[in-house]
C-alpha cells in the first residue's frame, strides 16, 4: 500500500457473521467461528500497518438476549480464543484490553481473560481493545453515576477519564461490515468526531485488501473536527 495519512486508532463492528454462515446454509456457530478467524487476521494487518489502537466490537450487551444455545456458543468461542488458541493472542505482542461487563461469564472464561490481558501488559506498542458485553450507553450511564458518587461536576477531559476507554484516544476510523449503517450502541461518546466507513462485505469476507481501501478512503478525507480551513 502506498504512504497515506495512517489513522491512529481503528474501530470495527464487525457485523455479518450470522447471514455469512446462512447463505452457505451453515449454522450461525460457524460465521462465529469464521469471524473470529478473520478478527485475528484483519487486526495482526492493521497493527502491521502501523495503526497503533484497534478496538473490536465482539459481543454488545444486547447480543445477550439471544438464544441460549447460541449464547452457549458464543461463550464457547470466547472460551476457546481466551484459553486454547491464546497463543494466536500473545502472537500479535500488543497490549490486550477487555472493555464491557465480563461477569456474566462463565468463571472459567473471565480467569482466561484476566490471564491474557495481564500476560500482554508488558507490550507496549500497539494496545487490542475487544469489547465483550459491552454497551456505551451502559458505559455513559455510569460513567455519570461514578461522578454523581465522587460528587463532584465533570468537564469534558474529567468525564473521559470514567470511561472505559480512558486514557486511550478516540478511534479515528470506524468500519462497519455487513451492509448496515449504524453505530448500534458502539463507542457513542468516543465516536463524536471519528471517521465512517461501511462495507456491504461480511464480516468473515472482509480481507486484508478492503481494510486497505478503507484507509485509503480515509486518508483521502478532510478532517475539520467542525472548524472551517480558509482556500
Request: net charge positive.
Amino acid at each position: 500500500m502506498r504512504r497515506i495519512k495512517l489513522p491512529v486508532h481503528i474501530a470495527f463492528i464487525m457485523d455479518g457473521n450470522g447471514r455469512w454462515a446462512k447463505r452457505r446454509f451453515r449454522p450461525r456457530a460457524f460465521g462465529h467461528r469464521a469471524g473470529v478467524q478473520n478478527m485475528t487476521k484483519i487486526c495482526t494487518h492493521a497493527f502491521k500497518l502501523g495503526v497503533r489502537i484497534v478496538t473490536v466490537y465482539a459481543l454488545s450487551t444486547e447480543n445477550l438476549s439471544r438464544p441460549k444455545e447460541e449464547l452457549d456458543e458464543l461463550f464457547d468461542l470466547i472460551r476457546t480464543y481466551f484459553g486454547k488458541k491464546r497463543d494466536k493472542l500473545l502472537e500479535m505482542q500488543v497490549k490486550i484490553n477487555v472493555l464491557g461487563d465480563i461477569s456474566v461469564l462463565p468463571e472459567d472464561v473471565q480467569r482466561d481473560i484476566l490471564e491474557v490481558t495481564e500476560e500482554t501488559a508488558v507490550f507496549s506498542e500497539g494496545l487490542f481493545n475487544i469489547c465483550i458485553n459491552y454497551g456505551a450507553r451502559q458505559e455513559i450511564v455510569r460513567a455519570v453515576n461514578a461522578a454523581v458518587s465522587y460528587g463532584r461536576f465533570v468537564d469534558e477531559a474529567s468525564f473521559k477519564d470514567l470511561l472505559s476507554t480512558s486514557g486511550v484516544p478516540d478511534p479515528d476510523l470506524i468500519i462497519r461490515t455487513g451492509g448496515e449503517v449504524r453505530l448500534s450502541n458502539f463507542l457513542l461518546y468516543q465516536a463524536a468526531y471519528s471517521e465512517l466507513y461501511f462495507s456491504k462485505k461480511m464480516w468473515p469476507e472482509f480481507s486484508k485488501r478492503d481494510l486497505e481501501r478503507a484507509v485509503e478512503n480515509y486518508s483521502a478525507r478532510d478532517r475539520r473536527y467542525g472548524n472551517v480551513k480558509e482556500s
